[in-house]
């Protein structure tokens, strides 16, 4: 009964959230450039890009914007490519602190020292989540890179001394690293991570025609069932384990794997703009899902007058999903998942 009413509850609370859908995070692109060539790249980011890219004085003019459109309640997530080789992020980051906004970085780790970090924490950084992606070998392996893995653990040790309000770490789960998770935790414990998000390598970029890196439908339970069957021992250990945002689930198995049910918050919440302009939802979304350019189009609008394909979802009457029972809650499921004008996403956690 208790299930039943929670459930009711979230399903309100989606509905309102996507009514209003007020912009709460805005992750900013700054670089497709990258010091690794993973093997599980969505966007097949290399050391070297030939195309064009925002200037810092627009990413500083964006920042400026958002503030004066959407408050300063937006949090921005700078990503990339890996946003430590982009000679500016810590001037990009200082810029959104003194706009009394809040700001956080996803990075690979490589390059996180303790100059960069100290860097990093003087411009104000509130936010860090780093990839961790196995044992040595396994790490090593995805990574594309022998010394990854020691990066990452230096990495690990100056984030858990460091003064950062928010740390997590991301582990994209495949076959040969699907045995590991109770080593990565104790790795994470012991340098005081707090927080901790498993995703599966889903199909896009490197990944898509890679299928030794993607976890079947009968590995990928195995992953939930380790999550629903650990989480409350490592919670007391101090590491919040959680199933990614990918993926809808039934409810009831939903609430063993994450602090907060399923809800795709693309467009919803959450907005992108990439490294040449592109506003999107989050920025893993198919291209086909694109909403405009800053370069050309002005935010505010486009945040309050597209973003149908993200807060609708018509187009899910032309899928294979339409004759699902789920559909009502799932609604499709993660928009990174899909390819625009497909009929099927390229993975689901629930169909039969």
Not at 60 to 69: E, R
Request: proline share 3%; glycine share 6%; with cysteine.
């Amino acid at each position: 009964m208790i299930l039943k009413i929670r459930e009711k509850a979230w399903d309100l609370y989606r509905n309102i959230e996507q009514r209003e859908h007020n912009l709460q995070y805005l992750f900013l692109e700054i670089t497709k450039k990258c010091n690794l060539s993973c093997l599980h790249c969505g966007s097949d980011c290399k050391a070297e890009n030939s195309a064009a890219e925002l200037t810092t004085e627009s990413w500083l003019k964006i920042v400026d914007y958002v503030k004066a459109h959407f408050g300063e309640r937006v949090l921005f997530v700078i990503s990339g490519g890996e946003p430590l080789i982009h000679p500016d992020i810590f001037k990009i980051g200082l810029h959104i602190t003194d706009a009394g906004m809040k700001w956080g970085m996803v990075t690979n780790g490589m390059k996180l020292d303790d100059d960069s970090m100290k860097k990093l924490v003087d411009s104000g950084i509130y936010s860090i989540t780093v990839s961790v992606d196995g044992t040595e070998k396994n790490h090593n392996y995805l990574r594309n890179s022998s010394n990854a893995f020691k990066k990452i653990e230096k990495a690990l040790d100056l984030i858990g001394k460091a003064q950062i309000p928010m740390k997590d770490a991301v582990t994209c789960v495949y076959p040969a690293n699907l045995g590991e998770l109770d080593e990565i935790a104790t790795l994470l414990i012991k340098n005081k991570i707090p927080s901790w998000r498993l995703f599966r390598i889903f199909p896009n970029g490197r990944a898509e025609k890679n299928k030794e890196l993607h976890l079947t439908k009968e590995n990928t339970a195995k992953m939930l069932e380790w999550i629903a069957q650990n989480r409350a021992e490592y919670k007391r250990s101090g590491l919040t384990v959680s199933a990614s945002c990918e993926g809808f689930l039934p409810f009831k198995q939903d609430v063993n794997v994450r602090d907060y049910p399923f809800f795709c918050r693309a467009g919803i919440n959450i907005a992108g703009i990439l490294s040449d302009g592109t506003i999107t939802g989050c920025t893993n979304n198919h291209p086909g899902f694109a909403q405009g350019n800053i370069l050309k189009d002005d935010l505010a609008t486009v945040w309050e007058r597209k973003f149908e394909d993200f807060r609708e979802r018509k187009w899910i009457e032309k899928t294979t999903c339409v004759s699902c029972k789920y559909l009502k809650k799932c609604r499709g499921g993660s928009i990174h998942l899909w390819k625009k004008g497909e009929i099927s996403p390229r993975f689901c956690y629930v169909d039969e």
